[in-house]
């Protein structure tokens, strides 16, 4: 075991020498493969639902998860950014990079963000190795999203109070080859979520039990 | 117990209902208190080499930890920043959102950054709760941090190749009432780490037996 032979005694009670806590320590501790799930979808389409839902699941399978979405983003790390097209690329960068500080802590790293634009998520996605990206598409077409409109969004970019909103006066780029794409029509929230839960047990992320009833 | 009186059953195994993971689920599953471990200090003082010492006995302990430092830091999330005051105050305040949320994870975050100004502290200090912040001066006399001089910095601000090093060109605020004061002359490494490791058992964060000939 390659964590065991880093250290100079077998003893497992032993502290090592001139060996500093790594990311491999870290996993062996929380036993699971750390990685960002990464959802993307229109206003409205039930990322937040989703990810919480998920979060919830895994919480339930004694992993170690952390959700980062605009509550505790927008509001913190990033209060200094606003929607300006260089804004909007530094949000998601600041997103990855964070991502990233979880993964290497070892944490499963749930983000929920419209992230509409391909080059964006690739930022993000360049940030980690290739295993540790699962872009997770929220499919939920823009009528069913726009009736809903929780926030009262849609409302306002239709009467223009709100400028390049995604849907309607600004693109949402699909994800063509997500890990995971979910058509939200197809299924109850709680199918959507161990959708995403048993792409994990499935790939070794975590330990489970699939769903197969899915 | 608050935790499970949120669950619609209390059968532990039921998936609770209308409530997201929050914090205080976290908390539970990880078993210990989160919080920021601040170490300040001179460059060369030992931060790093202490804040490293104090995760390996953590990890000993089975506690969940992560430590943000200039390697992860500023080649990452604040590889925009440079080094003007403006930048250096960005540099910080990111620093204390980015521990916020792994506060919020449920984990014990470390940072060992020079951190000089009090100003720059109290920002960090000011996002979480009071007892979430728990600050580590790393006093080391100025010439023995000069005479180690590791990356050869103290010689080039001598010189004057580096403008508003700290301690040489520009000041060091020391903290007036640490958390935990650590006079580095007067212990190893290993008794300067198992200092923080007490303070956080006899406070309540892990659980641990104190050693008691430090």
Chains 1, 2 share one sequence.
Not at 133 to 158: M, N, Q, W
Not at 161 to 182: C, M, R, W
Not at 202 to 214: E, F, L, M, Q, S
């Amino acid at each position: 075991m390659s964590l065991i032979s880093k250290k100079h005694e077998t003893d497992e009670n032993i502290i090592w020498h001139n060996q500093n806590v790594t990311k491999e320590y870290r996993i062996k501790l929380l036993t699971q493969k750390p990685c960002i799930i990464w959802f993307t979808g229109l206003s409205g389409s039930g990322k937040s639902t989703i990810a919480n839902a998920v979060e919830k699941k895994l919480y339930e399978l004694n992993c170690k998860t952390y959700l980062l979405d605009g509550d505790n983003v927008r509001h913190g790390l990033n209060k200094d950014l606003g929607f300006s097209e260089l804004d909007r690329i530094e949000n998601i960068r600041r997103i990855g990079e964070v991502s990233k500080l979880f993964i290497d802590s070892g944490l499963i790293v749930l983000t929920a963000f419209i992230s509409p634009f391909k080059s964006d998520r690739q930022i993000a996605k360049s940030l980690v190795k290739y295993d540790e990206f699962i872009e997770v598409f929220i499919d939920t077409p823009l009528e069913i999203c726009e009736s809903r409109d929780p926030k009262g969004l849609y409302k306002k970019a239709r009467d223009g109070a709100i400028k390049n909103f995604t849907g309607i006066s600004s693109p949402y780029e699909e994800p063509k080859e997500p890990q995971i794409h979910i058509k939200t029509d197809k299924y109850s929230i709680d199918g959507c979520s161990q959708l995403v839960v048993d792409y994990l047990i499935k790939h070794g992320y975590i330990k489970g039990d699939i769903d197969y009833a899915i």
